[in-house]
């Protein structure tokens, strides 16, 4: 199937998933389960009480990538199907796949006597954190939202669905840049004295799962806020409209720059576990200062983590690892 076709109610199940992996994704997310046989997409959503329509959009929409066209999909899509899709996407990351790596990596290094190691399993529960933070931030925000259009009202509450979504977005950069930090982390910094197989085998798992999770997100800002959108004109129509607060600009600067004196004086003094007051204290200079420094280190280093800067900090010969507060 080429990536401009579309999957058919009519097609076997079980073609989907010979034709792409990935769908096997979707199909445990939606509730179904396998042994299919010959059963039709149609006749197994049915089986499951699955709304076909939803199905087949979201399976679309995955196969299509880049070239997708979501006005060719939004008005198939059940708002209430796809949210439970998502639900069950967030427990899916969060109760299974974080969970299942961070086992495989406490098994492929060595905390007891490695403070590096003990360094990278700290930055990967923070961000299995962020991961968890945005995906109840979806849960307890964004859903309600929905389903109070969906009960036909428009919410009692000053954000706007544009102010939501915009948010929900930016938590999507802010972990995709945590992904990456953590690959770059275990790539350059991890020392020789490993499982290197099971480490490897755990490095692959993590791209799997960002790769997953990507989608999963494109999906959110696309797909779904595109279908939220429909239905919070259709609601506005027979309520009172609101205004929508315009998006506010983000800084996307993430050039690559050399750390001046200070601003490593400043790392030294995070790794060392001072707040941004003692640092100000410390070093005479203004808490604004001190956070105006650290926000140029972020930039410049591309790492957003005290852990990721105390493993910085070490590589480069800035502290030692006796200086270090764990």
């Given at each position: 199937?080429?990536m401009?076709?579309r999957?058919?109610a ?15 994704q ?6 179904l389960?396998?042994?299919f ?15 076909t329509s ?9 196969k ?14 059940n ?6 899709y998502?639900k069950?996407?967030?427990s ?28 990278i399993?700290?930055?990967y ?32 509450r000053?954000e ?9 977005h ?5 972990i995709?840049k945590?992904?990456t930090?953590?690959?770059n ?8 004295d490993s ?9 692959m ?11 999963h997100?494109?999906l959110?800002?696309?797909l ?6 429909k ?8 309520a ?11 800084d996307?600067?993430?050039a690559?720059e050399?750390l001046?004196?200070?601003?490593k004086?400043i ?14 204290e410390n070093?005479?200079?203004s808490?604004?200062t001190?956070?105006?420094h ?10 957003h ?5 105390t493993?910085y900090?070490i590589?480069n010969?800035l502290?030692s ?5 764990l």
């Amino acid at each position: 199937m080429s990536m401009t076709e579309r999957y058919r109610a009519s097609d076997p199940i079980s073609d989907l998933i010979s034709d792409d992996y990935r769908m096997l994704q979707v199909i445990s997310r939606f509730g179904l389960t396998l042994g299919f046989g010959d059963q039709s997409v149609v006749a197994a959503c049915k089986a499951c009480g699955v709304d076909t329509s939803t199905f087949l959009a979201v399976v679309n929409f995955i196969k299509a990538g880049e070239h997708v066209r979501i006005g060719s999909l939004v008005d198939d899509v059940n708002v209430q199907s796809l949210m439970q899709y998502l639900k069950r996407s967030h427990s899916y990351f969060v109760d299974f796949r974080l969970p299942a790596i961070r086992r495989k990596l406490i098994e492929a290094i060595d905390c007891t006597n490695n403070q590096i190691a003990f360094l990278i399993l700290k930055f990967y529960d923070e961000y299995a954190s962020e991961v968890g933070r945005h995906m109840e931030y979806e849960n307890t925000h964004v859903h309600p939202y929905v389903d109070t259009l969906l009960a036909g009202r428009l919410p009692e509450r000053s954000e706007t669905f544009g102010e939501l979504i915009h948010q929900h977005h930016d938590n999507h950069g802010s972990i995709e840049k945590s992904s990456t930090e953590l690959k770059n982390i275990i790539i350059k910094y991890y020392p020789s004295d490993s499982n290197v197989q099971l480490l490897n085998e755990v490095l692959m798992d993590i791209y799997m799962m960002e790769e997953d999770l990507l989608s999963h997100c494109h999906l959110e800002d696309q797909l779904f806020a595109e279908c939220v959108r429909k239905l919070e004109e259709e609601v506005k129509e027979n309520a009172v409209p609101y205004a929508d607060a315009g998006d506010s600009e983000v800084d996307n600067n993430t050039a690559s720059e050399v750390l001046s004196e200070r601003e490593k004086e400043i790392v030294i003094e995070v790794v060392k576990g001072f707040s941004n007051k003692e640092i100000a204290e410390n070093m005479f200079i203004s808490i604004n200062t001190v956070t105006t420094h650290r926000r140029n280190i972020s930039r410049k280093l591309n790492i957003h983590s005290s852990a990721g800067l105390t493993i910085y900090a070490i590589v480069n010969g800035l502290i030692s690892l006796e200086d270090v507060k764990l």
